[in-house]
């Protein structure tokens, strides 16, 4: 079946422009994670959702991030006023109901490049 | 704090050579212990996991063993081959919680 699904797969914008980037979970699932990947800090946790519960956004790096999740589908990570230090792969990852620790189905990322 | 130490890489190793891939961690909980990997081109996925001190992990061949006394998740093969190249994360999560600790990545090289 499809898998996790991101869009776009390459961001390029200018410092201080927004960007939205987009994540379609597998199907069915209910749990939904954002993470990134940099150079220079590695994978980081960004931000959870599950069902309908207030979401866990203490891995969001500054008020210039949020995320949403509407109808317990689709997600989007907005960052705003983009900074050089945004720069990174935005990774969504999705798990079926009942799994326990940690995402185990990761999208491909998209590539954010801040000029 | 909560943090993964891993082996530093890259690691480059000839085909069925036996593989160690070291993991330390240290954790304010008790955590669940985690190994991801990420081929080329390729998106993260889970390789293996353990939840408890003394379970072992295992998957394709790669075994973990969740070492409490020594706060340790060594990745281990004993016969690795080429298509095995790729980059491997350790990673935690603490009490249940759903947020993931990683390590910084070993990047493993497998020579025909």
């Known amino acids: 079946g499809a898998g996790v699904s991101q869009s776009p797969s390459n961001k390029v914008t200018e410092k201080g422009k927004d960007v939205e980037l987009r994540c379609d979970p597998i199907s069915g699932h209910t749990a939904l994670y954002w993470y990134r990947q940099s150079l220079g800090q590695g994978l980081e946790f960004l931000i959870y959702f599950q069902g309908n519960s207030a979401p866990d956004k203490s891995g969001l790096p500054s008020d210039r991030f949020s995320a949403e999740r509407t109808g317990g589908s689709v997600s989007t990570l907005t960052i705003q006023r983009t900074q050089q230090e945004d720069s990174a792969v935005y990774l969504c990852?999705?798990?079926?109901?009942?799994?326990?620790?940690?995402?185990?189905?990761f999208g491909p990322g998209t590539r954010l490049l801040v000029l | 704090g909560n943090s993964v130490t891993q082996m530093e890489g890259p690691v480059t190793l000839s085909e069925e050579a036996f593989l160690t891939i070291n993991c330390t961690y240290t954790?304010?909980?008790?955590?669940?212990l985690f190994w991801y990997v990420q081929y080329p081109g390729e998106g993260l996925q889970l390789l293996l996991k353990a939840t408890k001190a003394d379970d072992k992990g295992s998957n394709k061949g790669f075994e973990a063993t969740y070492r409490k006394e020594t706060t340790s998740f060594h990745l281990e093969k004993g016969s690795v081959q080429v298509s095995d190249s790729a980059v491997y994360f350790c990673a935690l999560s603490v009490d249940g919680a759903q947020k993931l600790v990683f390590g910084q990545g070993t990047r493993l090289t497998i020579n025909p």
């Open positions: 954790a304010t909980g008790y955590p669940s």
């Open positions: 990852a999705s798990n079926p109901p009942g799994t326990s620790g940690g995402p185990q189905y």
